[in-house]
């Protein structure tokens, strides 16, 4: 998706990768606005939690080249609680800053690991199956288009 920034004029470019689901699902997004790369990231589970992600909560990265990469949300994720036909879902949208270097790993090679803090304050781990590593590849080249 392209929009353009009513301020500088620069494109914004956001590409979203489902990561997995239903639930849990893990749904992932690169943002490049000139040249500022965030990282978003939409995870959501069965049951109505209240807890908040503070900012500054870590996501650690493994990608395919071996390099680790280590981003700072950006602010804190409160949750919303989805009905989902009688269960409650709840959700986060966590937003992480990148660097321009990180995003360019990613592009070369793909996500093969995640690290992040789940919603129950615990870290959840999701190694990435082969295929979503060569979506994240290309979608991340997307993002140099």
């Known amino acids: ?5 009513p301020i500088t004029d620069d494109i914004i470019r956001t590409v979203k990768t489902r990561l997995t689901g ?3 699902f893990y749904y992932f997004s690169y943002v490049r606005n000139g040249s500022d790369f965030k990282f978003n990231v939409e995870v959501g589970d069965y049951g109505e939690l209240a807890t908040v ?12 080249n071996g390099s680790v990469i280590r981003m700072q949300s950006v602010e804190e994720a409160t949750s919303q609680i989805i009905d989902d036909f009688g269960s409650k879902i709840t959700s986060y949208n966590i937003t992480f800053q990148m660097t321009e270097q990180d995003m360019r790993a990613i592009a070369e090679s793909g996500i093969v690991f995640i690290r992040i803090k789940a919603m129950k304050n615990t870290f959840s781990d ?3 199956p082969i295929a979503v590593v060569e979506i994240s590849k290309a979608n991340a080249e997307c993002i140099f288009k």
């Open 126 to 128: 999701q190694q990435i």
């Open 53 to 64: 992600i503070p900012q500054g909560s870590e996501l650690v990265m493994r990608a395919g």
């Open 22 to 24: 239903p639930t849990p």
């Open 1 to 5: 998706m392209n929009e353009k920034d």
